[in-house]
């Protein structure tokens, strides 16, 4: 072949040669390399696989001895789960071997235990890993699995801060127990009316809570109209309106169009003038008006701050609204109060004097051009007004924002975040989305809030919940459906006329400000009681701060309401006496001393503010409700903080009739 051989190789080609293969030298050179290559590859993968993250953790507990009952290696070997019904196979386990127990003591790493018992409800057999931790389940690495941030296409691993967005996927309902900070983003998605805008599971557009423009030219003045469309939160800072970064030329546009006449003609009702401010402002602290509006940031937050409503709204209008806030703002949540024309007057007084404070800035107070109310309309339907405010003539509300059903998976372009130096991740920008809008899009329609850091962190966690692909049902939990139906009769145009469900809830409708549900109330409070305490409403739990508005209402009115709950507003479950005998007190007011109620509640004269005052509670709590709740206070108010003790039937009974023993003391609200 002209080149000399070496022994080695004119052995090996001889032997070839011998078998009748014939093979020339190269080839079988080649046939050699490969052999020691794939020889060395095999061997690199076993290496490779010994070593293997999932392998080392194994044979870490197997030296414990914490592998199967009896030491033996049952749990060795690569492990998966695979939920069928989702398509999602999760090999977590292979290295995070005992998530349900703390067997081995370890205190980091993948062999610690799960922490805070979230197993109980949520057994990895059902649930894998990845559906609550996100990350990639089928890897069998801690890189490749996601721990270590997000890899091109693949999801990362949630963060701590962002796990709960991962529990809104199954818990649809609007305050799921545990994820406090997704129940908040959601809260504030209705708060501030986002789904006027937006369409979002869940959400319904009825929810809408934005006052009519109607009549807009009776209430305000030029001044403060610009004020507020300049920058609604310098002139009340707690609003839930936005601030569109109207230009100035807008802002004249918008206010021409407002101040055109829309809507009926004001009522003419007396009132508007001659009052005495030092008696409306008794009225006003008489009839608890803070405990929805607040006076310069302290008090309630149902209504607008009144801290310049004087400066803002006319005598005229006041006096209209005072006597019947219905006929101008027919979805208002402000009650009827049954004030008459005197107070009217006295409290109109009141508040143009000390409530009519000019909010901050400069503004004229001239009309703004006629000719510019055609360009104000235009803007009004660019920027969506409609979706919130009614207004008469005005243009058809629409939906002017994306849909937002799936947000939780869009696919960013991050070039245009990077050059503004933003983390290009979607959390972050949807942070970012909410709290500045114009720094992530210029000439973003989106109207800025004023979110601080800890509101925009829970909107971006509640809207990182909204993903493309829906959970089957068998996996999600939801409020229950409730069927509500509006009282009818002479008790329906009462809790019409005084706004009840502002306040309290009845069939799942209403408001939450108030604890005290309408569902089972003629179970709970004796009907004296109920009676007593809408004449004359009186603190019941000392430490909240809302009070229920004195509403004027009448001695006849009060007991159609007081007849209707007793009688229909009740719970068969709640029914029944116990015994009141002295052995059974003397019972109870040991349990009451070795459970240290007193430390929340009053009993005598001594106890704490948290929980109502006891004394007199048996004119006021029927028995069977008192047992019922003490028994299971949770069934009753989920988020109540009254503790569950666990008390058996003769114990809870023994407690109620004690407590219902205490006698009232003078002059703390109605007997």
């Not at 509640?601 to 005052?613: C, F, K, N, R, T």
Request: hydrophobic content about 40%; aromatic content about 6%.
């Amino acid at each position: 072949m002209g080149v000399a051989m070496g022994p080695v190789r004119r052995i090996f080609v001889k032997r070839l040669s011998g078998t009748g293969f014939g093979l020339p030298s190269r080839v079988v050179l080649l046939f050699g390399l490969g052999s020691l290559a794939l020889l060395a590859t095999t061997l690199g993968a076993f290496w490779h696989e010994y070593r293997a993250e999932w392998r080392l953790w194994q044979r870490r507990l197997e030296a414990t001895a914490h592998v199967g009952p009896d030491g033996g290696s049952d749990e060795l070997g690569l492990r998966q789960i695979w939920l069928r019904d989702i398509d999602r196979v999760d090999r977590c386990t292979s290295c995070h071997l005992r998530p349900e127990d703390g067997s081995t003591n370890e205190t980091s790493g993948p062999l610690r235990a799960h922490p805070a018992g979230w197993l109980a409800a949520h057994r990895v057999d059902r649930f894998g890993c990845t559906v609550c931790h996100g990350g990639v389940g089928e890897a069998t690495s801690r890189s490749a699995a996601g721990h270590a941030g997000q890899r091109a296409g693949l999801e990362p691993m949630a963060s701590r801060e962002l796990m709960e967005a991962r529990c809104g996927t199954c818990h649809l309902e609007r305050r799921p127990r545990g994820a406090e900070i997704l129940a908040r983003g959601r809260a504030r998605i209705a708060e501030f009316n986002c789904i006027a805008c937006h369409e979002i599971p869940g959400f319904d557009a009825r929810e809408v809570k934005a006052p009519r423009l109607d009549g807009l030219a009776r209430k305000v003045s030029p001044s403060w109209l610009r004020r507020w469309l300049t920058h609604p939160r310098d002139v009340l800072p707690r609003t839930r309106m936005g601030d569109f970064r109207l230009t100035h030329d807008e802002v004249e546009g918008l206010a021409a169009f407002l101040l055109e006449p829309h809507g009926p003609a004001l009522p003419s009702v007396p009132g508007a003038s001659g009052g005495d401010p030092t008696r409306g402002g008794e009225i006003f602290r008489r009839s608890r008006c803070v405990t929805c509006h607040a006076v310069d940031g302290r008090g309630g937050t149902m209504g607008p701050d009144l801290a310049s409503v004087g400066a803002k709204a006319s005598a005229a209008w006041l006096a209209a609204w005072i006597t019947d806030p219905h006929a101008l703002q027919s979805a208002t949540r402000m009650p009827r109060f049954g004030f008459s024309e005197a107070e009217v007057r006295d409290l109109v007084a009141y508040i143009v004097t000390e409530l009519g404070a000019e909010p901050p800035g400069e503004a004229s107070n001239d009309r703004p051009d006629a000719a510019l109310s055609e360009k104000g309309r235009a803007i009004f339907e660019r920027r969506g007004c409609g979706s919130c405010h009614g207004l008469t003539d005005g243009p058809t509300a629409a939906r002017i924002g994306p849909k937002l059903s799936s947000i939780g998976d869009r696919v960013l372009e991050q070039a245009p975040l990077v050059e503004r130096g933003l983390k290009p991740t979607l959390p972050n920008w949807l942070f970012l989305k909410v709290q500045a809008p114009d720094a992530v899009l210029e000439g973003a329609r989106m109207p800025t809030f004023g979110f601080n850091e800890r509101q925009a962190a829970e909107l971006a966690v509640a809207l990182s919940s909204l993903r493309l692909r829906e959970m089957p049902a068998a996996r999600t939990t939801r409020d229950q459906a409730l069927s509500f139906d509006e009282p009818q009769g002479e008790f329906g145009t009462l809790v019409r006329r005084y706004r009840c469900l502002s306040c309290h809830s009845l069939a799942g409708a209403g408001g939450t400000l108030s604890t005290v549900s309408f569902d089972r109330i003629g179970s709970q409070l004796s009907r004296d009681y109920i009676e007593a305490f809408i004449l004359e409403p009186a603190a019941v739990r000392v430490s909240i701060a809302e009070r229920m508005p004195r509403l004027g209402v009448t001695a006849v009115e009060a007991r159609v309401l007081a007849d209707h709950m007793a009688r229909v507003l009740v719970d068969d479950r709640l029914t029944g006496d116990i015994a009141s005998d002295p052995a059974t007190i003397e019972r109870g007011k040991r349990l009451f001393d070795r459970l240290g109620c007193v430390g929340c509640h009053i009993a005598g004269e001594s106890g704490g503010y948290v929980g109502p005052d006891l004394n007199g509670s048996g004119k006021r709590l029927k028995p069977g409700w008192t047992v019922e709740w003490l028994r299971a206070p949770g069934r009753w108010k989920p988020e109540t903080l009254q503790p569950d003790y666990g008390l058996s039937r003769e114990e809870a009974e023994a407690l109620a009739a004690y407590t219902l023993s205490l006698p009232p003391r003078k002059g703390k609200g109605p007997q």
